[in-house]
């Protein structure tokens, strides 16, 4: 691993946790989510349903109360999710553009975003951030919850997580273990992270 590819593996892991503090600070304000005490108790119900599973009832999955208190867990959830969205939006595409294309990461260790055409555009930076942040994907879980009842639900929405989660370790890989170390995101938007002239100014 090339000390570029080291530098953005860290540089993303600060980004996450940074993202991750903000996101969970904004899930806490009662106002923004109005559904607050039924994610509560949909939340309590899915624990105990959740230990019934671990020890070893794995029939319950497939119950109907399970999957309604799944469904109910992330319909009551919409608004913090909604949130969220935003927020990874507001931070990898609006703060991220208006920093000479870096994030709090990326600044720390001296990378940025770059394009084939000199400067990132605003839709170049969008488009990257929806594929590499896996937003598309929850998009489509929230509008799952308008299209389907809690029966259909829950396979949508874990046939969602795990491609999700197939997609971002692939992408990872191909941006550690490729030759340009260009991901899906990048190959997609025409960009790249490049090292930093002048510290990024």
């Known amino acids: 691993m090339d000390s570029l590819t080291f530098r ?10 940074f993202i991750i503090l903000l996101t969970t600070m904004v899930s806490g304000i009662r106002f923004l989510n109005p559904s607050y005490d039924n994610y509560v108790s949909a939340y309590n119900d899915y624990a105990l349903m959740y230990e019934e599973v671990m020890d070893g009832n794995l029939d319950a999955v497939n119950s109907d109360e399970f999957k309604n208190i799944y469904y109910n867990l992330d319909k ?11 927020i990874y939006l507001l931070y990898f595409v609006g703060f991220q553009k208006w ?10 260790f001296n990378i940025s975003v770059t394009s084939k055409n000199k400067k990132v555009s605003i839709l170049q930076m969008l488009f990257r951030t929806l594929i590499i942040y896996n937003i598309i994907f929850e998009v489509l879980s929230l509008l799952a919850l308008w299209i389907f009842d809690a029966n259909v639900y829950l396979y949508v929405d874990m046939a969602l997580t795990f491609i999700a989660g197939i997609f971002f370790y692939i992408n990872g890989g191909i ?10 995101h990048d190959l997609i938007c025409k960009t790249e992270v490049k090292e930093c002239a002048n510290n990024g100014n």
């Open 8 to 17: 953005r593996i860290c540089a993303y892991a600060i980004d996450y946790i």
């Open 76 to 86: 009551y959830s919409v608004s913090v999710s909604f949130s969220t969205i935003v």
């Open 99 to 108: 920093n000479h294309n870096q994030t709090l990461g990326k600044k720390a």
């Open 175 to 184: 941006v550690i273990f490729s030759k340009k170390h260009l991901g899906i």
